[in-house]
């Protein structure tokens, strides 16, 4: 075994040049691996757990109902084929008329954390002369905490105080300061689509790092949503938290199949997001695949050339007594150190550019906000790029020391 290693590397020592260039390719491979997952996957997880966090694992709600074809079917039969134009939506409110019984039953299951009600509405936020399109919501402070974790994102923890003070407000980080509102205690015109006005006082700021949801979420007592929008003891969403958020998908049917209505799961509220997720992985791995494809073909060429140059010493190798086996292993040896040498640098140089990268101290602003990037530093990347280096070096290595070991020493002699 060990004269087996001793004239792979001999081979490699050689050809010095081709091995660093193989050597370098590998570790590129490997490095550029690490670090693309390490980047695509830490934005990706902590979007999901901020999504996770911020919103219900489960809404349900009423979902509004409008088949203008329905009316025709219904008069004129189901084989009628016709087509409905400017068709006027019901007028029905989106209230869940037995809440409190939903709030009840559900408490109680075991796999359910918490349930709170919401009353969801739009708003107009004025400050001065600036006036900016808000999403008003109504809440329960104590329930509200049971459902979700409100209080990591409330800047000065201060959601108690919506509940004894009926005319306080939290509003969000963003909205706030496009208002020109840099402190608490100011005081806000909150208008609602039937035309009520109320003053209120800003008493924290909501800040969760998601820019969609710091610039439009505006929070006050539930039961001043329900007076200033005129619709007493009403509300039109119930929000779950759960245990396993990995079954929200199957709790949100068997909640809509016992309640009646319009369930969605987080899962389905981000599908895009997830979606798109899964676009930005393929795109990693196809790159990273591209680059150590090339790089096996840089391995493949130097024992290629290897083999071809030293028909003479494989000859007598074998007229020595080396076995074909023994002439594959010493040429496939010379790709796995190849490949245990570019990972071993592409993992120096991976995690050298994740400390550079977790270094910086930049303001990334978009559709989440954060002081830097946003690392996964799973070692997890570093045992596929273990994997990938040495499956990749194997194969290369392969069909060379393949050809080494079908070759006549005989005819190798005879041809002078």
Do not use: C
Request: hydrophobic share 45%; glycine share 6%; aromatic share 12%.
């Amino acid at each position: 075994m060990y004269h087996i290693i001793f004239i792979s590397l001999k081979l490699l020592i050689e050809r010095k040049r081709q091995t660093l260039v193989s050597i370098l390719g590998v570790s590129i491979g490997v490095a550029a691996f690490i670090v693309m997952a390490s980047l695509m996957n830490g934005f990706q997880k902590y979007f999901i757990e901020q999504a996770i966090d911020l919103n219900a694992h489960i809404t349900l709600k009423v979902k509004p109902e409008n088949n203008p074809d329905e009316i025709v079917k219904l008069f004129f039969g189901k084989d009628v084929i016709a087509q409905v134009y400017g068709s006027k939506p019901k007028e029905e409110k989106d209230k869940i008329t037995n809440y409190k019984e939903i709030l009840e039953k559900y408490s109680k299951d075991p796999n359910i954390l918490g349930v709170a009600p919401h009353l969801v509405s739009q708003s107009i936020v004025r400050y001065g002369t600036v006036e900016i399109a808000g999403n008003l919501i109504g809440i329960d402070p104590v329930l509200e905490r049971k459902a979700s974790v409100i209080d990591k994102f409330i800047v000065y923890k201060k959601l108690d105080t919506i509940l004894s003070d009926r005319n306080g407000v939290i509003l969000g980080k963003l909205l706030a300061k496009d208002l020109g509102i840099n402190e608490i205690g100011k005081k806000v015109i909150i208008t609602t689509p039937n035309g009520n006005r109320q003053v209120f006082k800003v008493v924290d700021f909501f800040e969760s790092g998601i820019t969609n949801l710091d610039q439009t979420r505006v929070y006050i007592n539930l039961r001043t949503a329900q007076s200033i929008l005129e619709r007493p003891n009403e509300v039109n969403e119930i929000i779950f938290k759960i245990k396993d958020v990995n079954m929200a998908e199957r709790l949100a049917k068997k909640i809509h199949n016992e309640t009646g209505y319009y369930t969605e799961s987080w899962q389905y509220a981000y599908k895009n997001f997830l979606k798109l997720f899964k676009i930005q992985n393929y795109i990693t791995y196809m790159i990273v695949f591209a680059i150590l494809v090339v790089s096996a073909f840089g391995i493949f060429n130097i024992i290629m050339m290897t083999v071809m140059e030293k028909k003479k010493d494989i000859a007598i190798l074998k007229a020595v007594g080396y076995q074909e086996n023994d002439i594959i292993k010493i040429f496939v040896y010379q790709g796995l150190i190849v490949g245990f040498s570019g990972y071993v640098i592409g993992s120096i140089l991976g995690y050298g550019i994740q400390e550079w990268l977790s270094s910086l101290k930049i303001d990334v602003e978009g559709l989440v906000r954060a002081k830097g990037f946003i690392l996964d530093r799973s070692m997890v990347y570093y045992l596929y790029g273990f994997f990938f280096s040495i499956i990749f070096s194997v194969l290369a290595s392969f069909y060379p020391s393949y050809k080494a070991s079908k070759l006549n020493p005989v005819d190798i002699f005879r041809s002078g």
